[in-house]
């Protein structure tokens, strides 16, 4: 059972009608017991950053992710991916869940439209599961004015061309995953996405 956290800031139903139309057993939850007995966590977010770290630090639930990432697959979509990190300096400086090491920064596209909306092709950096099975050009669809700076370039599977390098899905190569764009939205590339996390 993959537990997709509810805690106000997620595009919890459009993940979970993506999950259901795959016949991927899911359940919404801020229940910590839930939490550490599901298979596999899915952390959804739109908004921005402070407030959801935030919303989530109400809900006592970091704690529980931080544990539970370090021993099930875990995977961040969006905002949600962006809080897998260290800290971000989205409006304000403010501290991440810091599973994987790096920081989320401003689109240094100047010449472009922020948010970055629309379709984009993947350019793999390195081998991932998440990337099996997938057709040889794979676009996704993304919606957002902040990104991913990892630390270390082994964390980066994957990125598009936005002005620049701009990463898509990244990993701590153990547990845990981060799609900035929605799989959810990415047609039969993003369903194989989620059927690739769920098959972990």
């Known amino acids: 059972m993959i537990a997709i956290i509810d805690y106000g800031a997620g595009n919890i139903f459009s993940v979970r009608n993506a999950l259901n139309y795959l016949e991927i057993e899911n359940q919404l939850t801020d229940d910590i017991?839930?939490?550490?007995?599901?298979?596999?966590i899915l952390?959804?977010?739109?908004?921005?950053?402070?407030?959801?770290?935030k919303m989530l630090g109400n809900k006592n639930l970091i704690p529980v992710l931080k544990e539970q990432a370090q021993k099930?697959?875990?995977?961040?979509?969006?905002?949600?991916?962006q809080m897998l990190l260290s800290k971000s300096y989205e409006f304000e400086e403010c501290d991440g869940l810091d599973l994987i090491s790096g920081t989320v920064d401003r689109i240094p596209a100047e010449d472009l439209i922020i948010p970055h909306m629309g379709w984009n092709k993947l350019e793999i950096q390195n081998d991932c599961p998440l990337l099996k099975n997938l057709p040889e050009e794979s676009y996704v669809y993304f919606v957002h004015s902040y990104m991913a700076t990892c630390q270390d370039e082994k964390n980066l599977s994957a990125w598009v061309e936005y002005g620049g390098r701009v990463p898509a899905l990244i990993t701590d190569n153990k547990y845990v995953f981060?799609?900035?764009?929605?799989?959810e939205k990415s047609g039969e590339v993003g369903l194989?996405?989620?059927k690739n996390f769920a098959n972990l």
Do not use: R
């Open 178 to 183: 981060g799609a900035q764009f929605h799989p």
């Open 72 to 81: 099930k697959p875990f995977l961040g979509i969006c905002l949600g991916m």
């Open 33 to 40: 017991s839930v939490i550490e007995k599901a298979d596999k």
């Open 192 to 194: 194989q996405i989620l």
């Open 43 to 53: 952390l959804p977010g739109v908004g921005a950053f402070p407030s959801a770290m």
